[in-house]
């Protein structure tokens, strides 16, 4: 229980550190962001849990190709937003971009082999 305890704390403590360095420092705030400090922990954690290497690689190769349908959405949220269009429809405009750009690229990249 502690092990998921210790889980659990230190992924929210990434995402409260986040959002308070971003109050002061924009740009602080995507740097921390930006790193794949949950993918890292996510890789450690699976690999604490299973010592499977086979399914870090696997894990680590999906990563990549599902962080490109996600880049759209941060070019849309800040245009949406300096359009005057309000936050909240801002981001589920840009849930939704993001949701098509998945749609779209699970099966291109299945047509080249790759599967997700």
Do not use: H, Q
């Amino acid at each position: 229980m502690l092990y998921y305890a210790t889980k659990l704390v230190l992924s929210a403590l990434i995402i409260v550190a986040v959002s308070e360095v971003a109050k002061v420092n924009a740009g602080l705030g995507a740097l921390i962001k930006s790193l794949p400090l949950i993918s890292i922990l996510a890789m450690i954690w699976l690999y604490l849990d299973t010592r499977d290497t086979g399914k870090i690689a696997e894990l680590s190769v999906s990563t990549f190709w599902l962080v490109l349908p996600t880049l759209p959405m941060f070019l849309v949220l800040p245009a949406l937003l300096k359009s005057g269009i309000g936050f909240y429809a801002s981001l589920g405009i840009s849930i939704a971009v993001m949701l098509a750009c998945y749609a779209i690229a699970v099966p291109v990249l299945a047509r080249f082999g790759i599967t997700i």
